[in-house]
């Protein structure tokens, strides 16, 4: 099952899984040399990855489905010079929420549900 995917370069990076436990294997297709990897993420991709200059931010969740909802609980974040992985953690789980990626900033809009909407009241900057 395809959950996201994001392109830099000549390669694309779709996070697929199982559709009942969440997306958590990146695959890597070099559209050049067509070869492909595969990485896994830390937990289950939460939301969509945004590029940052020469990062790309997975948003992930640590917490199961069975936690009332999955709540972004930390980045994954893959570095497009040296090809290596990191993790940065957040203080605290977000609900619903939304990233952003500005003048090579990563912003994450938190926020929650009302009325069969979202309202995005909190907006932080990420640090990489």
Not at 12 to 30: F, H, K, P, Q
Not at 58 to 84: C, E, I, R
Request: hydrophobic content about 35%; aromatic content about 16%; overall charge negative.
């Amino acid at each position: 099952y395809l959950f996201s995917g994001i392109s830099a370069g000549n390669k694309n990076y779709w996070v697929t899984g199982d559709y009942w436990e969440g997306g958590n294997l990146v695959e890597i297709r070099d559209e050049i040399t067509h070869t492909t990897s595969y990485e896994c993420l830390s937990g289950v991709l939460y939301g969509h990855p945004v590029n940052n200059g020469n990062k790309l931010i997975f948003p992930v969740s640590s917490l199961p489905m069975s936690t009332l909802g999955y709540k972004l609980t930390h980045f994954d974040v893959y570095d497009l010079a040296t090809n290596t992985w990191s993790i940065s953690k957040l203080s605290s789980p977000v609900n619903y929420h939304l990233l952003i990626s500005v003048n090579n900033e990563v912003y994450e809009l938190g926020g929650f549900n009302v009325a069969g909407g979202f309202l995005y009241d909190k907006i932080y900057k990420l640090i990489f």
